[in-house]
């Protein structure tokens, strides 16, 4: 019974900059690679960025060279660096496995607004 929660969301100015994090209860994550995942109001949640057991990045096209995963697995905790922040990055955050899926957690919500 694994647990996470997502906190760091907020309002930001276009090309602002937040950190979010993923803290994960109940279990280790530190086997399975991890991922963050936004949903926007009447939009499917996507895929943003996932790390896996080894430290390996990647990121979907929107974000690249924006966003950073990363991961304590010693804290049990990943984190996303957003840089440059865009309107169109407003969404709710949510953490999760890679290809192995937990249940999800409440997510934050990241609001990019002039």
């Known amino acids: 019974q694994v647990q996470l929660v997502e906190s760091g969301g907020g309002v930001v100015q276009p090309g602002g900059s937040l950190r979010l994090s993923c803290a994960a209860s109940?279990?280790?994550?530190?086997?399975?690679?991890m991922g963050w995942y936004r949903q926007a109001p009447g939009k499917q949640r996507e895929w943003v960025a996932a790390i896996t057991t080894g430290g390996v990045t990647e990121y979907a096209d929107s974000v690249k060279g924006r966003f950073t995963i990363s991961r304590d697995d010693a804290k049990n905790t990943l984190y996303l660096q957003m840089n440059n922040l865009k309107p169109e990055d407003t969404a709710v955050y949510y953490c999760n496995g890679r290809y192995v899926l937990f249940p999800w957690g409440q997510g934050t919500q990241v609001t990019v607004s002039s």
């Open positions: 109940g279990s280790s994550f530190s086997d399975y690679a």
